[in-house]
């Protein structure tokens, strides 16, 4: 967001989103429900914030402890299932995330990324997914812990003792 939320804006945004009763991590896979989100709150607001933007800060008050719950009422979408990606599409997938090195929580609002992503696969598998799918995808895995933590990858080794600064 170019200018950070006063009160009343970041409380319209809760209203908003309790209003249309969409999880979170659902916005990834609901581009509609996302610009809708964002174009209501905009108005209401006098601002022009992004939609990846709004999510972006929804994500990190949610992750803070900051953000509403919806309960049990909430929109359910099905989740990415397993045969999208044949098994070496998902190694492609996996190769080509571990090499951007970016949490996959990162694509959900940075729409460079998620275009990356999808050029990168589309070359590598020649395969066409849309970006956004990809994305759900590398956040099942993530989730049901079949992707590496990124701050776990092991540091690459140094390749002598002077590029080492003391």
Known sequence: MYRSLNIIEEDTLKYLY????VPTDQ????????????????TLTERSDDP?????????R???GKWPKLGPGHKKLASVPDD?????EWTILKEIYLDMNKGSDIFAYDGQ??????RRFSASARRF???RTLCAALER???EGLLPRLTDQPLAPFADMDSVAL
Do not use: G, W, Y
């Open 18 to 21: 309790m209003r249309q009763n």
């Open 84 to 88: 999208v990606l044949t098994p070496d």
């Open 27 to 42: 916005f990834k896979r609901r581009p509609a429900a996302l610009r809708r989100l964002a174009d209501e709150f905009n």
């Open 141 to 143: 895995r993530r989730k």
């Open 113 to 118: 990324l998620r275009m990356e992503l999808a």
């Open 52 to 60: 990846d933007n709004i999510l972006h800060f929804i994500i990190n």
């Open 129 to 131: 997914l849309p970006a």
């Open 62 to 64: 949610r992750k803070a």
